[in-house]
């Protein structure tokens, strides 16, 4: 059930080919099935980080079973990711971790 969120300052021309490549992405490193995955972009929103509006990005990612020792590397490859795609310096982009209880997390009319 991985859920990605972004929000950016960045405008993002090809938004379709951009949320598959961050699906695909997403599900390749968490060793998820793609089918779980849910991500949702919010390009060139009013955004400043540092006193400026210079590309940035803030994301969410949120996935059953994750672990904090997974969170540096996925944070590397994250950032890693998005300087790629969108030019955006990995020093302004924060991504927040968490991983839910199974119970707190509702899916098909239950919960995981």
């Not at 938004?15 to 598959?20: E, H, M, S, T, V």
């Not at 949702?40 to 009013?46: A, E, G």
């Not at 997974?70 to 490859?77: A, F, M, N, R």
């Given at each position: ?31 998820k ?6 991500i ?73």
């Open positions: 059930m991985p859920v990605f969120q972004v929000n950016t300052n960045v405008s993002i021309a090809d938004k379709d080919g951009f949320l598959a490549d961050v699906s695909s992405f997403v599900a390749s490193r968490l060793g099935p793609e089918s779980y995955v849910m949702q972009v919010s390009d060139n929103q009013t955004m400043s980080f540092a006193g400026t509006s210079a590309p940035l990005a803030f994301c969410e990612l949120k996935s059953l079973g994750l672990n904090s020792s997974q969170t540096k590397e996925l944070s590397q490859q994250l950032c890693d990711f998005f300087s790629t795609k969108l030019g955006i310096e990995p020093s302004r982009i924060y991504i927040e971790f968490s991983s839910p209880e199974r119970s707190m997390f509702g899916w098909n009319g239950g919960v995981f």
